[in-house]
């Protein structure tokens, strides 16, 4: 069994930065396909960021730039550094796991930008 724990969440500013950690418990976070999401009340969850097992990532469009993913394969942990806050990327941010064909999550740490 995988657990995850989300931290680094928090109150910014517009333009701020903010550095999300995902501690991994269990086997497997090597070769793990790892991701960010976000989900705003009353929206539906969306996709941030994604890094495979070969560091190759992927972002959507909105943060692209702004964004950056990341693993430390040792330490069983994800990263996402996020630059240049806006007030649209305030949402629960959540980490994901995909690990033999097994999806994993973790509860979500808030951000919040504030204008």
């Not at 960021?49 to 994800?78: K, M, Q």
Request: aromatic share 10%; hydrophobic share 30%.
């Amino acid at each position: 069994q995988v657990q995850l724990v989300e931290s680094g969440g928090g109150v910014v500013q517009a333009g701020g930065s903010l550095r999300l950690s995902c501690t991994a418990s269990g086997p497997g976070f090597s070769g793990a396909f790892m991701s960010w999401h976000r989900q705003v009340p009353g929206k539906q969850r969306e996709l941030v960021a994604s890094i495979n097992r070969f560091f190759n990532t992927n972002y959507r469009e909105s943060v692209r730039g702004r964004f950056t993913i990341s693993r430390d394969n040792p330490n069983d942990t994800l990263y996402l550094q996020m630059k240049n806050l806006k007030s649209e990327d305030t949402a629960v941010y959540s980490c994901s796991a995909n690990i033999r064909g097994n999806e994993y999550w973790g509860q979500g740490t808030q951000v919040t930008v504030s204008s």
